[in-house]
């Protein structure tokens, strides 16, 4: 079984400029996250959907950040513009959210550079 | 709302020694509780994780976690450490009620030394 795909995998972009992160998740998953890990510290969630409806964004920035699931499956997140603070791993994640697995499974990030 | 503290940002142990990571959370739900392990350049892996049923959880690379109620705690431990083993650990929790959001604590670096 594929594991979660991101890409890419490192990104440098000066401030201001755009940028967007691709998540392919485990096939059958229903469930996609996002989160941002800053250096030396944990993931938090940025947003969180069941299918195509985004269920938790309420720690998005959404004056900068938006993101998208067409048809369920892959995802992209976007920042327009990024600022300097941006500069983070950005973490793809999905679960089965039946059964009872409750298990979350990690893509290997978008390390991204804003300078 | 959930949290999660894990006692000691480094921890560093000789190889064959006992390891404990330490992880105490706060939730006002029943939790559910997981370590995951960060190697450089990659993403989160799923060590353990504890549910419902036993406290005494069991899961990859020898390593194991005991769920104790009564000190809201979940420590790490695995009985001889190796090489392969430093890496950035992580605790979280979930509330069983809720749907899906994991609250991470911040990160324990494991250090084995030869």
């Known amino acids: 079984e594929a594991g979660v795909v991101q890409s890419p995998r490192y990104k440098i972009i000066e401030k201001k400029q755009p940028v967007a992160f691709w998540c392919n998740p485990i096939s059958g998953h229903n469930t996609l996250y996002w989160y941002l890990q800053n250096l030396g510290q944990g993931p938090e969630l940025l947003i969180r959907?069941?299918?195509?409806?985004?269920?938790?964004d309420s720690q998005l920035p959404k004056d900068r950040f938006s993101a998208e699931r067409l048809k369920g499956v892959d995802s992209t997140l976007k920042i327009q513009p990024a600022e300097l603070g941006d500069s983070a791993v950005y973490l793809c994640?999905?679960?089965?959210?039946?059964?009872?697995?409750?298990?979350?499974?990690f893509g290997p990030g978008t390390r991204l550079t804003v300078t | 709302a959930q949290s999660v503290t894990q006692l000691g940002s480094h921890v560093s142990v000789s190889e064959g020694a006992l390891v404990l990571l330490r992880c105490n959370y706060s939730?006002?739900?029943?939790?559910?509780l997981f370590w995951y392990v960060q190697y450089p350049n990659q993403g989160l892996q799923l060590l353990l994780k504890?549910?419902?049923?036993?406290?005494l959880v069991k899961g990859i690379n020898g390593f194991e976690a005991e769920f104790k109620k009564s000190e809201t705690s979940f420590h790490l431990t695995k009985p001889s450490a190796h090489m392969s083993d430093a890496a950035e650990y992580f605790c979280a929790v979930r509330g069983s009620s809720n749907t899906g959001k994991l609250i991470f604590g911040q990160g324990t670096t494991l250090q084995v030394k030869p």
């Open positions: 959907y069941e299918n195509e409806e985004a269920v938790d």
């Open positions: 994640a999905s679960s089965r959210e039946t059964g009872g697995t409750y298990e979350q499974y």
């Open positions: 939730s006002s739900v029943p939790p559910y």
């Open positions: 504890y549910t419902t049923g036993a406290t």
